[in-house]
């Protein structure tokens, strides 16, 4: 089945500075990678997503890059403020069902 | 509210009882997954329907958890016998398959057993 790994587990940065997150992903079918930020006792929230036939998809501060050979794709957020605080999680579609694997999180923390 | 509901949000149960989550999706999602998520981890994959149907199970789900969707809208989830290590939040959310299976999430149940 489908492994999802996520790295790193916190990070922590200044506003204003960027922050990236990276996840690998093991099914070589999966073409669906979704990002999903979690607040403390909210359900996860969709916040960006990228489909296998794009390279890059960018959402005002935010921007996803994929890489398919290498099975890695990336979070990165740009111009941080203080509300980005939050656990943020990668995961990808496997099988021919459309199972969604999640990675283990990145607790970011965003340091006024 | 047009979202993903769950009750009840929260349930504190004595080890060894039974206990029954409810789900409600978006109501046009033909898709329904029930996830698992204790503190600092991501969502664990528990099951998923897709119309009445159940396509697949974790092995995470064992002989005590049962779930069903008897008419492809509502779904319960159903734990007997509650063990200590059953205290998780419990995730559910749908997504419809002709829109790409973008999966949007309930707030989640959740359960304390003591």
């Known amino acids: 089945g489908e492994n999802v790994e996520q790295h790193p587990s916190t990070l922590s940065v200044q506003e204003g500075d960027s922050a990236v997150i990276k996840c690998t992903y093991s099914?070589?079918?999966?073409?669906?990678f979704p990002w999903y930020k979690q607040e403390l006792g909210k359900r996860p929230q969709l916040i960006i997503d990228?489909?296998?036939?794009?390279g890059e998809k960018k959402d005002q501060r935010i921007a996803v890059t994929l890489n398919k050979t290498a099975k890695h794709f990336s979070l990165h957020i740009t111009e941080t403020q203080p509300e980005d605080s939050a656990v943020y999680f990668c995961?990808?579609?496997?099988?021919?069902?459309?199972?969604?694997?999640f990675g283990t999180g990145t607790k970011l923390q965003v340091i006024p | 509210d047009t979202g993903v509901s769950q009750d009840p949000r929260h349930k504190i149960t004595k080890r060894g009882q039974n206990v029954t989550f409810r789900c409600d999706p978006i109501?046009?999602?033909?898709?329904l997954y029930w996830y698992r998520q204790t503190l600092g981890q991501g969502p664990e994959f528990l099951t998923y329907f897709q119309n009445e149907a159940q396509l697949e199970k974790s092995r995470l789900l064992s002989d005590r958890f049962s779930a069903e969707r008897p008419k492809g809208s509502f779904s319960t989830l159903e734990i007997q016998r509650t063990e200590q290590g059953d205290s998780a939040m419990y995730l559910c959310?749908?997504?419809?398959?002709?829109?790409?299976?973008?999966?949007?999430f309930g707030e989640g149940s959740w359960l304390t057993v003591v």
């Open positions: 995961a990808a579609n496997s099988g021919g069902y459309q199972k969604v694997t």
């Open positions: 109501s046009e999602h033909n898709r």
């Open positions: 959310a749908s997504s419809y398959s002709a829109s790409g299976n973008t999966i949007y």
């Open positions: 099914d070589s079918a999966s073409n669906y």
């Open positions: 990228i489909r296998s036939n794009v």
